[in-house]
């Protein structure tokens, strides 16, 4: 797997609203999902209620490449990582 140090901002599509995404366009490219798995749900500690949580995907695209994605809020989606 390969981690980003920062997430990049992604525009992403889902059919519902706590479903995994139907297509993204990162980096200028729209990749189609084909499967995904998710979500799973990492709030922040305990202790720092304030910080958001993240709804992460494991998707993977009609070429076959793999992707790990997250929700934060209701419609900001990033990419986190990519799976080799």
Avoid: K, N, Q, S
């Avoid at 901002?9 to 995994?20: G, Q, Y």
């Avoid at 695209?61 to 419609?75: N, Q």
């Amino acid at each position: 797997m390969r981690l980003f140090a920062r997430a990049e901002r992604v525009e992403a599509t889902a059919l519902l609203p706590d479903h995994p995404p139907a297509l993204f366009r990162w980096r200028a490219r729209l990749h189609r999902v084909a499967r995904a798995e998710g979500p799973e749900r990492i709030a922040a500690e305990w202790w720092r209620a304030d910080g958001p949580a993240r709804d992460y995907f494991r998707v993977e695209d009609e070429a076959g490449a793999r992707f790990w994605l997250y929700r934060e809020g209701p419609v900001a989606w990033f990419l986190h990582g990519l799976f080799g």
